[in-house]
Structures are given as structure tokens and as C-alpha cells.
């Protein structure tokens, strides 16, 4: 079936560093999200990417939606502890599916 | 504005005992409806989806099974709990297309479900 492989699997950062995770895929997808999740929470939207070569910010996070229409990264600028949490690539299979990347866990030390 | 519940947060339960979980969705009609499973440390995993009263996609074999009821009711159940049912239980609800962002699913809080 259809994967997305999600790098880092893992980031240790300083405050105030620069955070990039990426994810690939063999399919096509038409539509590529992204998610933050906290401890114990649902994810929550970030960035949604509609059109192959978009490039969308949100703050201080940007994404942007690959040409090939199979990757996708996100930056995160400037790093805060708030940013620490799991971030998910989603893309869009078929109609209904989105088909989920294991996840990058950021922690972010002081 | 749209929002989704769970309930319960947070369930203990012993090992074939049966489950009801729900997922209510306020502020949006016929609206599809997911359900995912997210074992510890790991990524989200489909297990049900929905397009409307009655209709229901299963993604992935297993003791579960879901229901809708109601338009924005959703539904996840079980006879006889294992073990490796553990593990945190997200709905999800899609953004309708006329209002743009195809594709789009909004997640609710969660329920975490300790299976003993």
C-alpha cells in the first residue's frame, strides 16, 4: 500500500535553532498536510498544501508541497519550547484517505 | 465554527469486556468521519471511515467495528476487548469540498484506552 516515509524520526534542538523534516512517497498525492500533536491530544491542522509547488507559511512555520507531487517539507524558524510535540505529514489518497507519516518528534531544550 | 468531541477521555478496561466510544461533530452537516487508532509512540493507523448515516468503510481487520447513527455521530465498539486493543482513539471529521480544502480532516481530543 501506499507510505510516506517521514525524516527525522527524531530532533534535539537548541531554542532558537532552525527545525526542517521532510516526507517522501513512491505515489502521487494531490493533497499534503501537516500536524502538531501534544502529549495526550489530538493532532491539530498546521499547514495544509493543495497545489504541486506551493510553498505556504504559517508564521513561523513554512511548508511547501513538492513539483513532483511525491514530498513535502516543513521549516520551523527560530525554534521555542512551545514547538516541542510530534509533527505528522499527511497526504491524500484517493477521495478519502490520508495516509499518515510516522511522525518527527521534536524536543527543544532552553 | 465546527468543533468535535470524544468521550470518554480516558477508559480502563479488562480484557473481553466491550467498548462504546463516541464521537460527536457540532456545527457542520454530512460530514465524512474517521476513527484512527495511535499506539504508543507510533503513527496514526485508519481503521474506520464514513460518508453518511449507515455507510461504513472498514480499513483494517479486526474485533472493532463501527457505526453511525446519526449524522454527526460516530461510533466505535467492541464485543470482547484484547489486549492489543490498548491505545489512544482519535475521530476525525472532514471539511466539507464547497467550503474549500479538499481533504482537509480536523481531529478531536482523543479517548486513551487502557486494555488490562
Known amino acids: 500500500g501506499q507510505q510516506l516515509n517521514q525524516s527525522p524520526q527524531s530532533m534535539f534542538i537548541q531554542e532558537g535553532e532552525d527545525v526542517s523534516m521532510n516526507c517522501t512517497s513512491s505515489?502521487?498525492?494531490?493533497?499534503w498536510l501537516w500536524y502538531k500533536q501534544d502529549p495526550g491530544e489530538g493532532p491539530v491542522l498546521l499547514i495544509a498544501?493543495?497545489?504541486?509547488?506551493e510553498l505556504t507559511s504559517n508564521g513561523r512555520l513554512t511548508a511547501q508541497f513538492g513539483i513532483t507531487r511525491k514530498d513535502s517539507f516543513l521549516n520551523i524558524s527560530a525554534s521555542i519550547p512551545s514547538d516541542v510535540g510530534i509533527y505528522f505529514c499527511?497526504?491524500?489518497?484517493?477521495?478519502?484517505?490520508?495516509?499518515f507519516g510516522a511522525g518527527t518528534r521534536l524536543a527543544v531544550h532552553p | 465554527s465546527q468543533t468535535i468531541h470524544q468521550w470518554p477521555a480516558t477508559l480502563v478496561q479488562p480484557v473481553g469486556s466491550p467498548l462504546s466510544l463516541e464521537c460527536t461533530v457540532e456545527g457542520t452537516s454530512n460530514p465524512n468521519l474517521y476513527w484512527y487508532r495511535q499506539a504508543a509512540g507510533r503513527g496514526l493507523q485508519l481503521l474506520f471511515y464514513?460518508?453518511?448515516?449507515?455507510?461504513i468503510s472498514s480499513e483494517v481487520p479486526q474485533n472493532l467495528s463501527a457505526s453511525r447513527p446519526q449524522d454527526r455521530q460516530f461510533i466505535l465498539s467492541s464485543k470482547k476487548l484484547l489486549l492489543s486493543d490498548s491505545g489512544f482513539y482519535l475521530c476525525?471529521?472532514?471539511?466539507?469540498?464547497?467550503?474549500?480544502?479538499?481533504?482537509?480532516?480536523?481531529f478531536g481530543p482523543g479517548t486513551r484506552l487502557l486494555v488490562l
Open positions: 476525525a471529521w472532514r471539511l466539507l469540498d464547497r467550503d474549500g480544502g479538499l481533504g482537509t480532516q480536523y
Open positions: 499527511a497526504g491524500l489518497s484517493g477521495y478519502n484517505k490520508l495516509i
Open positions: 498544501l493543495y497545489k504541486a509547488g
Open positions: 464514513s460518508v453518511g448515516i449507515g455507510q
Open positions: 505515489s502521487i498525492f494531490n493533497t
